[in-house]
């Protein structure tokens, strides 16, 4: 477990457009080099994830790190969605709230579920915010 303080304000634009040319490039990367799962499992690790984070150029160690290193690979990876086979939902704060809806949206290009995922989606945001 680890206690890490969260930081308000927003990402400078210059280091948001430095994070998603280069969080995209890492990711093309891994799924080009050992396929989307491998890169799936990667972001899952917390020490694989906040590592790149630092290497995007994101230094705050902080909780902080989570929602711009994904907002950094959804504007990266979203527009390459038919190449990639990946795409990212989701956002901080008032952009959490459209969560569920990116998910339904998205389900109904690929043809799943997208009412499970929502679901799905919402039950997750509760069960970490619960003590």
Request: net charge neutral; charged share 15%; hydrophobic share 45%.
């Amino acid at each position: 477990m680890a206690d890490l303080s969260l930081h308000g304000g927003k990402v400078p634009p210059w280091l948001a457009t430095s994070m998603t040319k280069l969080g995209t490039a890492i990711a093309e990367n891994i799924v080009l080099m050992y396929g989307t799962t491998e890169l799936l499992t990667r972001l899952s690790d917390p020490f694989w994830f906040q590592a790149l984070g630092c290497v995007m150029g994101m230094d705050w160690y902080s909780s902080g790190i989570t929602t711009s290193v994904v907002g950094a690979l959804k504007r990266g990876l979203n527009p390459r969605f038919s190449d990639l086979g990946l795409a990212v939902c989701g956002g901080r704060g008032r952009h959490s709230v459209c969560t569920p809806d990116e998910l339904r949206l998205f389900s109904l290009k690929v043809g799943l579920d997208g009412d499970v995922l929502a679901r799905t989606s919402q039950l997750t945001a509760l069960w970490t915010i619960m003590p």
